[in-house]
């Protein structure tokens, strides 16, 4: 079973860096593709980056593109988010999710299993 937590939030100045973490301690993740999300107060929770299983696909939100890199290592059961040149509006709750078709990870509403999410807070 997928039991997905999220690590390595906190607190950042603009321009800084942060790397998110995703753990399977259910240690089934190298099957699934892996998305991050994120939800800022007031907002709806859009999509930030996606991974294959294998990790040789990646999709990202255009707000990201160039700032932020998803990656996996399978023999761990992780899956990382590397976040360069953080702006203040980067700031959210951040989630991991996972799916068997990467092809929903557009769409968080289909998306079937979710960690519990980690704040980052970016500063001006």
């Known amino acids: 079973q997928v039991q997905l937590v999220e690590s390595g939030g906190g607190l950042a100045q603009a321009g800084g860096s942060l790397r998110l973490s995703c753990l399977d301690s259910?240690?089934?993740?190298?099957?699934?593709?892996v998305g991050w999300f994120r939800q800022a107060p007031g907002k709806e929770r859009e999509f930030v980056a996606a991974?294959?299983?294998?990790?040789?696909?990646?999709d990202y939100a255009d707000s990201v593109k160039g700032r932020f890199a998803i990656s996996r290592d399978n023999a761990k059961d992780t899956v990382y988010l590397q976040m360069n040149r953080l702006k203040p509006e980067d700031t959210a709750v951040y989630y991991c999710?996972?799916?068997?078709?990467?092809?929903?990870?557009?769409?968080?509403?289909?998306?079937?299993?979710w960690g519990q999410g980690t704040q980052v807070t970016v500063s001006s």
């Open positions: 991974i294959r299983w294998n990790g040789l696909s990646t």
């Open positions: 999710a996972a799916d068997n078709n990467i092809l929903v990870m557009r769409n968080w509403r289909s998306v079937a299993y």
């Open positions: 259910g240690r089934t993740l190298s099957t699934y593709a």
